[in-house]
């Protein structure tokens, strides 16, 4: 399934997470001030709290166990960039 993983501890506003979104890429990272501002809201970015590594894989994983329909049926929320600004 496709995800993306961004450990990243700071930022000010992601490019690459914007673009891991638009691709129907479903994000997990770490709730850095950036990234709760902008993404909080969407559903498709799993935000965990700064510096649990564990959390980060847990997340990761859960979305890689999805079985096909399950990850379909969640991403079908987010097939078009333009649905960013309806969310």
Known sequence: MPRFIYPSYSDTFSLTVLEAVALGLTVVAY?????????????????????????????????????????RRFMLQFQHIGTLGEQ
Do not use: Q, S
Not at 31 to 44: E, F, Q, S, T, W
Not at 61 to 69: A, T, V
């Open 31 to 71: 709730g850095i001030p950036a990234l709760r501002y902008v993404y909080k809201d969407l559903p498709c970015v799993r935000l965990v709290p700064v510096g649990d590594k564990l959390r980060l894989a847990l997340e990761a994983l859960k979305i890689l166990l999805m079985d096909y329909e399950e990850y």
